[in-house]
Each structure stands twice: as structure tokens, then as C-alpha cells.
């Protein structure tokens, strides 16, 4: 799935089949952005070049950023899913271990 692609000299976010522009982000498609990249093991985005330019600034410096961002959280998701999934099975373990309290 593409999240962040460039067309026309200009950046674009997509989220549920619509594509938007990036200077119309907000933090909860930025949210939903990370939700779609963490369930999903195919995320494209397009990389700022000579091929694909973004000429505003304002737009270029908010699609790096994000672009960045969205790298990173890539580069983390492994030991995030398995942090998360550590930190599940302590607290069903812990939840087994109660008594019940009925």
C-alpha cells in the first residue's frame, strides 16, 4: 500500500482510498497512517528526488518530516509488535494468577 506518494510536484497522504494533501495533515491521520503501516507488511512511500520534487516548501519540509517519521517506525516495528506482545502475555499471566474475585 502507498501512504505517501508525489505527483504533479506536489505531496500526497492516501488513507482509505482517498488521496490527500499532505499540507492537509492532522494528527489523526498521521495515527491512522502508523496504524496502516504497523498491520501491514507492504508500505510504499515515494522518496523526494530529481524525478519526483515536491516545490512548495512548507509541503516539502511537512513530507520529509513525515516520510522520516514513517521510516523510523518501520525500522521499529518489530520490537514494537514484540514489546506489545511481552507485555500481553505478562498481564494474561498475571490476570490467570488472580483469584476470582466472584
Same mark, same amino acid.
Given at each position: 500500500?502507498?501512504?505517501? $506518494?508525489? @505527483?504533479?510536484?506536489?505531496?500526497?497522504?492516501? #488513507?482509505?482510498?482517498?488521496?490527500?494533501?499532505? +499540507?492537509? +495533515?492532522? @494528527?489523526?491521520?498521521?495515527?491512522? +497512517?502508523?496504524?496502516?503501516?504497523? *498491520?501491514?507488511?507492504? /508500505?510504499?512511500? *515515494?522518496?523526494?528526488?530529481?524525478? @519526483?520534487?515536491?516545490?512548495? *516548501?512548507? $509541503?516539502? !519540509?511537512?513530507?520529509?518530516? /513525515?516520510?522520516?517519521? !514513517?521510516?523510523?517506525?518501520?525500522?521499529?516495528? %518489530?520490537?514494537?509488535?514484540? %514489546? /506489545?506482545?511481552? %507485555?500481553? /502475555?505478562? #498481564?494474561?499471566?498475571?490476570? @490467570?494468577?488472580?483469584?476470582?474475585?466472584?
Amino acid at each position: 500500500m502507498k501512504v505517501l $506518494e508525489i @505527483k504533479g510536484n506536489h505531496g500526497y497522504f492516501n #488513507l482509505n482510498g482517498n488521496s490527500n494533501p499532505i +499540507i492537509d +495533515i492532522n @494528527k489523526d491521520n498521521i495515527f491512522e +497512517i502508523l496504524n496502516v503501516v504497523f *498491520d501491514n507488511d507492504e /508500505i510504499n512511500l *515515494d522518496k523526494i528526488s530529481e524525478e @519526483k520534487q515536491i516545490l512548495n *516548501d512548507a $509541503e516539502k !519540509i511537512i513530507y520529509n518530516s /513525515i516520510y522520516d517519521y !514513517i521510516i523510523s517506525f518501520i525500522s521499529k516495528k %518489530e520490537t514494537i509488535k514484540k %514489546e /506489545i506482545s511481552t %507485555e500481553f /502475555i505478562g #498481564l494474561e499471566t498475571l490476570l @490467570k494468577n488472580e483469584p476470582d474475585s466472584n
